[in-house]
């Protein structure tokens, strides 16, 4: 019953972090379909992150659900990377497609980069025998599960979900 009500508090500190985080991007792009797109990240993260649970042969538990908590917020960087800088060359009178292009090209190292740094900091605990590593494994086997897969498809999934939102006009005439 602890238990239960636990998780059911974690579930609902996820769903308030990601209300947070869609607010806070609202006030920072002064959009709602910008913030809305890097929403998209979340999802292929958590997948990731049910993924690599089930791959391990770990089960759902409080301290995987700190780690979805966690990834909630780390993976969404990636997203706002990415969007931001689309933003920023079509507001400089870049066309979208090529604007969606150049920031692939360009953000794609410092995303990499990003979540490299977070999944070889969480492999120690994924793969380390101390005492105690065993109770924060799967923390550390859902964040990099989530990072993995939750990157490589955000560097597809958000670019097209960008080409599917916004119009071809350019960014100086469109309203943001």
Known sequence: ETINEAMEQLMLMLVL????IYLIMVAQFQSLKAPFIILFTIPLAL???FLALFFTNNEIS??????????????VNNGI?????INQLRKEGMEKREAIV??????LRPILMTAMTTILAMSTT????????????PMAVVTIGGMIYGTLMTLVVVPCIYDLFYSNKSMVEEEI
């Open 126 to 137: 994924a793969f380390g025998n101390d005492m105690g590593s065993d109770m924060s494994r």
């Open 102 to 107: 150049t920031a692939g090209k360009t953000r």
């Open 62 to 75: 409080i301290i995987s659900m700190i780690g979805f908590i966690m990834l909630v917020g780390i993976i």
């Open 81 to 85: 990377v990415m969007v931001e800088y």
């Open 47 to 49: 997948t990731g992150g």
């Open 17 to 20: 972090a990601v209300a947070f």
